[in-house]
């Protein structure tokens, strides 16, 4: 019995050796987990040796701005950085993650926003956002064009407050494009984080429209301090009498034509506007985005009232108040509204206000009779109000690069928009190209949006430096518009290193500090996904077979021996 069994199971040795069968199973696997580094630290040696038993980490290093994918489509991903954020994260990528490596400076730069029109004879203002690492009691943010200091401001900081934006004042050294420095300085003078600004200084006269379909002398005062600056050029229309009105300027009439190529309109004698003049000044602020200043001389009445904020008429001051450099007696002070901003106040109610309608503004000027005393102040407060006014209005073609530094070889969208009163023509052409130094010029396509009136394409400057770029529309009249980007090999754009909160947030992961990884390191062990991964063996292809094989065999041969069989 025994040599039979013997027998048999070497027989079915052979047998199942012959059929070779296939044995499937699902067996545990380590989840893989990237970690990318963008910056110097020691966070990713610290974050693999916790993360190790549970993950099998990979450490990759690469630039923010490189163009290989940051993070793989397979696995998870934690990303570490001084605030850039990856020039791409993988669509299909499983971030959980990001690491802040804590910063050299006691407070760095998160972001810097100018205006994309400033005049050379006139002032900028760039917003400054700041984050402090380590509260220094006090900043300077310092603005440095060309080695020359051209604006600075002094910031105190309160305990609690860990976050800033900081208004600073420059003033531009020549017309064209211009490359900003801005940089941090502590309480004891050294130097901290630094970024940098291309922007692109003009020096043309904008167009300043003023209507009176009635005299006042507000309104000619006004014109009279308008007319010593520089950075306008007046024009309009003072109407005397029924039968006789004095005009500036080619175009003197409100008319759409005379409103194509103007920025702001100030208004006088506002209760004698008609309602076509009101719906024509309507479509001028909401449509074409304009700045519309309203000097009035008495509370909101007629058609124009429409366009403004209710007020009412206060008694007259037996001593005349300031009003931001301008001073006055008698006012109209206006209700305050969600659509409605303070520009100057008298004990807290607006005396200046302005109006959001649609893409501009209605500034009503409410000082009745600030004419009466004006002095040297009142010449330079209005060259700074409609200053301020034609800047925020803007051209009437505009061109905006989305980033306005840009590594070499980098690239961002380009958008041009056209904005006018009229309804767009039936065609339109653009043209646009960019102007770096010593590279020659190179066309940029644009191609239409779902907005009949802008356009937008890829601009991909070749070389570095401060590069003009140059775009147009004919419709059919041709109108020109410039801005400025700059290439440098030195990245340092302030916009960025708020980006990856928003890269990591975006991907529903976790953003930490670098001196404080457990937070993170908690949750990337609590979300270790469960991986299996089946696998097919050929167990009868084992070499070990033989070995029972052959014992059997053996055995019975023994056995048979031993019985006196052959």
């Given at each position: 019995m025994t040599r039979r069994v013997l027998r048999l199971v070497a027989i079915a040795i052979a047998f199942a050796a012959m059929v070779d069968p296939r044995v499937t199973r699902d067996v545990p696997v380590t989840p893989s987990l990237t970690i990318v580094s963008l910056a110097q630290s020691d966070s990713a040696a610290r974050l693999a040796a916790a993360l190790s038993p549970s993950y099998e980490v990979a450490t990759l290093s690469t630039r923010p701005d490189g163009n290989a994918a940051a993070c793989p489509s397979a696995g998870s991903c934690i990303v570490i950085s001084n605030g850039d954020p990856p020039q791409r994260l993988t669509a299909g990528a499983a971030v959980l993650g990001g690491v802040r490596?804590?910063?050299?400076?006691?407070?760095?730069?998160?972001?810097?926003?100018?205006?994309?029109?400033?005049h050379v004879h006139g002032g900028g203002l760039i917003n400054v956002s700041l984050r402090a690492v380590r509260v220094p009691g006090l900043s300077v943010v310092r603005v440095v064009d060309d080695g020359v200091v051209v604006g600075e401001t002094r910031h105190e900081w309160s305990g609690a407050s860990t976050s800033a934006i900081v208004p600073v004042e420059w003033s531009p050294l020549a017309a064209g494009a211009r490359r900003l420095r801005i940089t941090v300085i502590d309480g004891g003078g050294g130097e901290g984080d630094a970024a940098d600004l291309g922007v692109m200084v003009h020096a043309e006269r904008s167009r300043v429209l003023i209507y009176e379909p009635q005299a006042t002398w507000l309104g000619t005062f006004v014109r009279r301090a308008l007319a010593q600056d520089p950075r306008v050029t007046v024009t309009g229309q003072t109407r005397l009498a029924p039968a006789l009105a004095v005009s500036r300027g080619p175009a003197p009439t409100l008319t759409r034509a005379a409103l194509d190529d103007v920025r702001t309109v100030i208004v006088g004698g506002a209760s004698a506007v008609s309602?076509?003049?009101?719906l024509l000044l309507r479509r001028f602020v909401a449509l074409r985005g304009g700045s519309l200043i309203v000097l009035l001389d008495g509370p909101p009445s007629g058609p124009i009232a429409a366009l403004l904020p209710k007020g009412r008429l206060t008694a007259r001051r037996a001593q005349p108040a300031n009003l931001g450099g301008i001073r006055a007696a008698e006012f109209v002070v206006f209700t305050a509204a969600d659509d409605v901003s303070t520009v100057e106040s008298i004990d807290g109610s607006p005396v200046i206000a302005s109006r959001a309608i649609g893409r501009g503004r209605v500034i009503a000027f409410g000082a009745l009779d600030a004419w009466q005393h004006r002095d040297q102040q009142f010449g330079r407060f209005w060259s700074a109000l409609v200053a301020d006014a034609g800047s925020a209005a803007g051209d009437t073609l505009v061109v905006r690069p989305a980033q306005t530094v840009l590594p070499p070889g980098g690239s961002t969208e380009?958008?041009?928009?056209?904005?006018?009163?009229?309804?767009?023509?039936?065609?339109?052409?653009?043209?646009?190209?960019?102007q770096c130094p010593e590279a020659p010029a190179q066309p940029v396509r644009m191609w239409p949006t779902g907005r009949p009136t802008v356009f937008r394409g890829v601009l991909a400057p070749v070389g570095t430096g401060l590069c003009e770029v140059r775009a147009s529309i004919t419709t059919p009249a041709t109108l020109v518009t410039t801005s400025a980007v700059l290439v440098t090999d030195?990245?340092?754009?302030?916009?960025?290193r708020s980006g990856l909160d928003g890269a990591i947030a975006a991907h529903g992961g976790l953003l930490v500090d670098s001196y404080d990884l457990a937070p993170l390191v908690a949750r990337a062990i609590q979300h270790v996904p469960n991986q299996r991964r089946r696998v097919e063996t050929h167990a009868m292809r084992s070499p070990l077979w033989i070995i029972p094989f052959a014992a059997c065999l053996c055995a019975e041969w023994w056995l048979r021996r031993r019985d006196g069989l052959r």
């Open positions: 490596v804590k910063p050299e400076s006691d407070v760095v730069i998160t972001d810097a926003v100018a205006p994309s029109d400033t309602a076509a003049d009101v380009l958008t041009l928009e056209w904005r006018a009163i009229e309804a767009p023509p039936a065609s339109m052409s653009t043209s646009a190209e960019v030195e990245f340092t754009t302030a916009s960025s």
